[in-house]
């Protein structure tokens, strides 16, 4: 039921690595965001030989917690337990978060937080997204990261914010994401990212793997 979605989802996002050159855009970017609290909405679209699929979401994440919303599901994780939760099929699934070894694959929120940690700068150049000038970095995958072959991530010419992501992969498969609305504040209690068990009905299904 969620799974499937939630991979899809994985294409949508991006990070970088230890490679990184220092000073470049993504690695002064990742310095930004560390420890802070950020939130931003995306838009997809994922063009598999010419059959289209789009979707839109919501991201709130603070180093191993965050909060993810899109194509009708809801995942809260506070760095100890992870619930996924989808209201119109009345069904949840809670599992336990493991810190040291994240499933970017399965939660891409994960990625954005990681952005120094999954992919290698190959280049930089400008470039424009979306009728927009923008910096555009070329990275390739340094961890199994599904069938990604290729990624570029645009940041905004003028702003360490990045604007867009287009993925390649090994079948061809083009995803584009277009990012709005980024915002990063202060730390925050990590309360908020904590998922309310009692929210959920009577009616629901609960799996626990814990």
Same mark, same amino acid.
């Given at each position: %039921? %969620?799974?499937?979605?939630?991979?899809?989802?994985?294409?949508?996002?991006?990070?970088?690595?230890?490679?990184?050159?220092?000073?470049?855009?993504?690695?002064?970017?990742?310095?930004?965001?560390?420890?802070?609290?950020?939130?931003f909405d995306y838009v997809y679209t994922m063009d598999r030989s010419g059959l289209i699929m789009s979707g839109e979401g919501s991201v709130v994440f603070q180093n191993d917690s965050f909060v993810l919303n899109?194509?009708?599901?809801e995942v809260s994780c506070d760095g100890k337990d992870r619930?996924?939760?989808?209201?119109?099929?009345?069904?949840?699934?809670?599992?336990?978060?493991?810190?040291?070894?994240?499933?970017?694959?399965s939660y891409p929120v994960l990625i954005a937080r990681?952005?120094?940690?999954?992919?290698?700068?190959?280049?930089?150049? %400008?470039?424009?997204?979306?009728?927009?000038?923008?910096?555009?970095?070329?990275?390739?995958?340094?961890?199994?990261?599904?069938?990604?072959?290729?990624a570029e991530i645009?940041?905004?010419r003028d702003e360490l914010v990045p604007c867009g992501l287009v993925l390649v992969l090994?079948?061809?498969?083009?995803?584009? %994401?277009?990012?709005?609305?980024?915002?990063?504040?202060s730390g925050t209690d990590r309360s908020r990212f904590s998922f309310d068990p009692d929210s959920l009905g009577e009616d629901y299904i609960v799996t626990d793997l814990r």
């Open positions: %039921m %969620m799974n499937g979605v939630l991979v899809l989802c994985a294409l949508f996002s991006v990070a970088v690595v230890p490679a990184i050159e220092s000073g470049g855009t993504v690695s002064r970017f990742a310095e930004s965001i560390s420890g802070k609290c950020v939130s899109g194509n009708g599901l619930w996924t939760v989808d209201r119109n099929a009345h069904e949840a699934v809670v599992e336990s978060a493991d810190p040291e070894n994240p499933d970017y694959f990681d952005v120094d940690r999954v992919f290698a700068v190959e280049s930089e150049v %400008m470039s424009e997204f979306n009728g927009n000038e923008a910096i555009r970095v070329t990275l390739k995958p340094a961890v199994a990261f599904g069938n990604v072959i290729s645009f940041f905004f090994d079948d061809g498969t083009e995803v584009k %994401m277009a990012f709005s609305g980024f915002s990063v504040v």
